[in-house]
């Protein structure tokens, strides 16, 4: 089945560690995104990338790196930077080059500091 | 600046009872706008969307929502509601005709359904 993977599901980190959240997708799509969902806070974007080797920021980047290596893959990487990185880690991709069309998630990465 | 709001944080309804949840957005290109919906950690799922034409657009169950550009709003109704319509909803507003570009999300409005 044609979708978005996210894993892990859950991920612990000890102050001062970078971590790495994955996501891959077999849908083809050339955008890919990331969002950071805190409670009452809704979505908030972190980087999307519309095409292989091009990313943007988002709104809330800082503490943050991705990479865009190949189509399928957008990994995330939590930096010790990032000052309250306990959240929920939601992956979504779109076909870019097509316009008014959604974007699929995957079922998201809890992320917690320990 | 482009936003959207939901301004229900939460609400509680009766199984059986009609809903209506409200969503109102200001975008400065011509919209397109969607309803996810979350069950608690999980992923979005698309209930529906509009990008252009008949202003009432139907969705996964038995939801729907009507485009009024006048109030900028994109309210998502359902008739009678079931026990399993409990979630957190999200509306959505992206540019239209712009492939690509990331969508914005409201704050969330959590549904809880009554017995």
């Known amino acids: 089945d044609g979708g978005i993977t996210q894993s892990p599901k859950y991920l612990f980190r000890k102050e001062g560690q970078n971590v790495t959240l994955s996501c891959e997708q077999n849908?083809?799509?050339?955008?890919m995104y990331w969002y950071r969902q805190d409670p009452g806070q809704g979505l908030r974007l972190i980087y999307y990338s519309q095409i292989v080797n091009d990313f943007q920021k988002g709104d809330i980047a800082e503490g943050y790196s991705v990479s865009r290596e190949k189509k399928e893959s957008f990994p995330l990487t939590v930096t010790s930077a990032q000052k309250n990185p306990t959240a929920f880690y939601l992956c979504?991709?779109?076909?870019?080059?097509?316009?008014?069309?959604?974007?699929?998630f995957g079922q998201g990465t809890r992320l917690t500091v320990v | 600046a482009q936003s959207v709001t939901q301004p229900d944080i939460h609400i509680t309804v009766s199984e059986g009872a009609s809903l209506e949840l409200r969503c109102n957005y200001s975008?400065?290109?011509?919209?397109?706008l969607f309803w996810y919906v979350q069950s608690p950690g999980q992923g979005l799922q698309l209930l529906l969307k509009?990008?252009?034409?008949?202003?009432l657009v139907q969705g996964i169950k038995g939801f729907e929502a009507e485009f009024k550009r006048s109030q900028s709003s994109f309210n998502l109704r359902k008739p009678s509601v079931h026990w399993s319509d409990a979630a957190e909803y999200f509306c959505a507003v992206g540019a239209a005709n712009q492939a690509g570009t990331a969508l914005i999300f409201g704050k969330g409005t959590t549904l809880s359904v009554s017995s």
């Open positions: 975008y400065g290109a011509t919209p397109y």
């Open positions: 979504a991709s779109s076909m870019a080059r097509v316009a008014n069309t959604e974007a699929f």
């Open positions: 849908l083809n799509h050339d955008a």
């Open positions: 509009y990008f252009s034409g008949d202003t």
